[in-house]
């Protein structure tokens, strides 16, 4: 059987397979737990999941206590501009999955990856709600032609 090198494939494959190495490192109850111990580890895979998007999605990492991958959920889907929120659902895709962190993240088709007012008010909003149920928010990432971290601009 012949071996494919990285070099053959094209880059939409190159990100698919990026990806799932990036998610195998860092998912919960493999044989090798990495915990996602910077926002470095989850910019890279909020930006390898939601970059290409034309659209807007709104994504979640749920995190066990120790920082390990949980899940990572694409949970809504907008248009070129916004996309509902409603952190009821994502209240409660968290406690299905037992997470006592979270990390949000969407993109901006834009590539403009400033956080809008919008932004902020739906980061209180679920940092509120998340609360409520004993659940840490611990980042809220904005994906365009880079990957703002709004806890490291104090606005989570």
């Known amino acids: ?24 490192r860092l998912r919960y109850r493999t044989v090798q737990v990495q915990p996602i111990q910077s926002p470095a580890d989850a910019r890279r895979l909020a930006a ?10 709104f994504a979640v990492f749920f995190l066990d206590n120790r920082h390990r991958l949980l899940a ?21 895709e968290a406690l299905a999955r037992n997470a006592a962190a979270v990390i949000l993240a969407h993109n901006h088709p834009s590539g403009v990856a400033e956080p809008s007012s919008a932004d902020e008010r739906i ?18 990432l904005v994906v365009g032609e ?4 709004m806890a490291e601009r104090g606005l989570v």
């Open 1 to 24: 059987m012949e071996q494919l090198s990285i070099l053959d494939l094209d880059e939409d494959a190159l990100i698919q397979h990026a990806t799932k190495v990036l998610e195998k």
């Open 123 to 140: 980061t209180r909003r679920l940092r509120e709600a998340l609360a409520l149920v004993d659940i840490r928010l611990l980042d809220h």
């Open 72 to 92: 990572f959920e694409e949970m809504f889907r907008g248009t070129i501009d916004s996309a509902s929120v409603h952190p009821r659902e994502v209240v409660k």
């Open 146 to 149: 880079e990957v703002v971290s």
């Open 48 to 57: 390898l999941r939601l970059a290409g998007y034309e659209h807007e999605v």
